[in-house]
């Protein structure tokens, strides 16, 4: 195991741009970290993919970050951190934070009414990832899943505000909405990007719950307590790397993120194959 | 090599179920032909992968189909048909059909004002399969392309006739419309199931090629001029093959094709990998 200093970055990863809204919670909230992040951009999505595969990617995904001296691995991706997550923490002295429990258990300390809507892929929905830690935490809490799949490609075609998005969102949404919701857990990465158009389409009594905002707070108090918070005066440098299509990642990253990027750094998947 | 006898399957390949487009062309206009489909689900979308990648791909795909004694191969994706036929060709005994010349060709025959544009995935746009093809054929045919990555969801979400589809195709054609084209590709075997929003927003004077109608001509001239024709009286029979989520598949399948399936096979990626 290295050293670990409170300069080394934070690392994050993901199967694609997702996790990318992890990445500007993450900046807000500790804006004097550094950040390394890998997308999985060659083999996205991992959501259509068996466990097993989506266990041995996560293992190289987390492999190259470990390269990159992180000092916490964040899995901004809700399809990992539903699958793969406990061999990760076994796997690696590193500590893993995944999207899962942050989310279930700040939409728990929310929920006043006791009834919690998710909303996630097709994967992360069929796995019921967060219905049964949300069960296992309370078992009076009654949860409302629904799978939308649409607002995957809608955030990154970048359709944030478009009468067609709210269209879909209400589609989607209809059923939940009558079922008296309090609380809404985003439990996809890429949805943040349509929070707006979600909480328009739910009301203002439903509380929307963003995983990355959660698996931030965790992240804080975890380096906190640990003295590995960064403490230099400057604001910390992000480091992108995916396996490919860098042009294709930098232009959506920059739209979720809202700044401009200098470099994305393109990595062979064979590079990612052979990490020992 | 093995014997062909017009008994022989069809062989059908794909990435997912984009051509299941394809599939629903060829049964109906050669309703006796068998037909054997392969729909790579476990490594979709082959878009946003590398050329070495798809070839590799290609190849496999091809060698379980000749595992079927398929009489000829259609190669129902327009990426693979972009980046992959003619090493296929050389690899293959067995006659290999891709979508870019059929379609362009039946393009070039019907366009009068030489105007010609092309809708397809970004790979597809971004590798000018299809402009390449037809400035070789016609260097007075003028083109224009635009990417339309919403369709492939929206499609396989079924929101075939939604107001928000209309929404988009206004938004993704609105270019198109302006520039005086009278022949339009629809350059992604999943465009067809959104024909008629894409003929609605163009208008009536815009003739949509659908790449299968094109391809199934093309096979059928084939068959024909050697003999291979199935000459039964019986209607065909259909076998769907796929690398993974067969539940998914089936369900998608069946509302693409407008019938019910018995049964959908899943191949293992091992399976497929040993082949040789």
Do not use: W
Not at 110 to 124: C, E, L, Q
């Amino acid at each position: 195991m290295n050293f670990m200093n409170n300069t080394n970055p934070i690392g994050i990863f993901d199967s694609g741009v997702g996790g990318l809204t992890v990445v500007k919670k993450i900046t807000t909230l500790l804006p004097n970290e550094n950040i390394v992040y890998f997308g999985d951009t060659a083999r996205v999505p991992y959501g259509t993919k068996s466990n097993e595969t989506v266990i041995e990617y996560a293992i190289q995904d987390a492999k190259f970050l470990q390269t990159k001296n992180v000092k916490i691995i964040i899995v901004a991706c809700n399809t990992v951190s539903s699958i793969a997550l406990d061999v990760l923490r076994e796997k690696f002295d590193i500590p893993v934070i995944g999207m899962i429990e942050p989310g279930s258990k700040l939409a728990l300390k929310k929920t006043k009414n006791n009834r919690i809507g998710i909303i996630g892929t097709n994967a992360t929905v069929n796995n019921k990832a967060y219905s049964s830690f949300l069960l296992k935490e309370n078992k009076n809490i009654e949860v409302f899943e629904k799978a939308c799949p649409l607002f995957v490609p809608l955030a990154e075609e970048g359709l944030i505000n478009h009468p067609a998005t709210k269209l879909i969102a209400e589609e989607y949404l209809s059923d939940l909405k009558e079922l008296n919701i309090d609380t809404l857990i985003l439990g996809c990465t890429h949805y943040p990007i349509l929070a707006s158009t979600i909480q328009e389409v739910m009301g203002n009594n439903v509380e929307l719950i963003d995983s990355g905002t959660a698996a931030g707070i965790i992240v804080k108090n975890y380096l906190e307590g640990r003295g590995l918070l960064n403490n230099s005066n400057n604001l910390g440098t992000s480091e992108f790397f995916v396996s490919d299509l860098p042009k294709r990642f930098k232009e959506i990253a920059e739209r979720f993120l809202g700044r401009s990027l200098k470099h994305v750094h393109k990595i062979d998947l064979e590079t990612i194959h052979n990490l020992l």
